[in-house]
């Protein structure tokens, strides 16, 4: 089965930076996604990684260490639409169906 | 590329009824998920499927729920007499393209309230 950790809360200040963090344990490990959804709508693609290391895409970076089970999406220069949860997702492979953490509810404050 | 469109929006219906949702995913995309979502809580996965055959279907849909995708186009997702539990939002989506690992685009979701 598949089991999926991230905490469920995070406040930061607009401008500054944020770590969220998400820990996994899957029978099969076919790469780990981020998806940004904000409140009442449907959930975007934010990034995917399969291999260890940073993946970095303008503001948003995300760090994946598949020995660890552990990854993590960076947000630089916080800013108040980037207010919403975040979903850290783990295929384990075969047809790539997903398996979604609880979220992340990032609330940025001025 | 007008991306996953799911239709209704919004459906509130009295229990004991049936309802029937609607998505129509990106066309080039051979694969198509629904998932459900309740407040505060991630995604759950529903069913699968590649073209037109359905390949998985968790355990959290019960008889009262069925899929279809006829022709490997369009899905629907049809709940048989609601309960106050189905009161979810329900999502849609399709993926297709290895550059974003298979990465899905969701539909916008249909909010239904089983009163």
Known sequence: ?110 | DTGVSQNPRHKITKRGQNVTFRCDPISEHNRLYWYRQTLGQGPEFLTYFQNEAQLEKSRLLSDRFSAERPKGSFSTLEIQRTEQGDSAMYLCASSGTRDRGYGYTFGSGTRLTVV
Not at chain 1, 20 to 36: E, H, P
Not at chain 1, 39 to 62: H, I, Q, W
Not at chain 1, 104 to 110: A, D
């Open chain 1, 1 to 110: 089965g598949q089991n999926i950790d991230q905490p469920t809360e995070m406040t930061a200040t607009e401008g500054a930076i944020v770590q969220i963090n998400c820990t996994y344990q899957t029978s099969g490990f076919n790469g780990l996604f981020w998806y940004q959804q904000h409140a009442g709508e449907a959930p975007t693609f934010l990034s995917y990684n399969v291999l260890d290391g940073l993946e970095e895409k303008g503001r948003f970076s995300s760090f994946l260490s598949r020995s660890k089970g552990y990854s993590y999406l960076l947000l630089k220069e916080l800013q108040m639409k980037d207010s919403a949860s975040y979903l850290c997702a783990v295929s384990p492979g075969g047809y790539q169906k997903v398996t979604f953490g609880i979220g992340t509810k990032l609330q940025v404050i001025p």
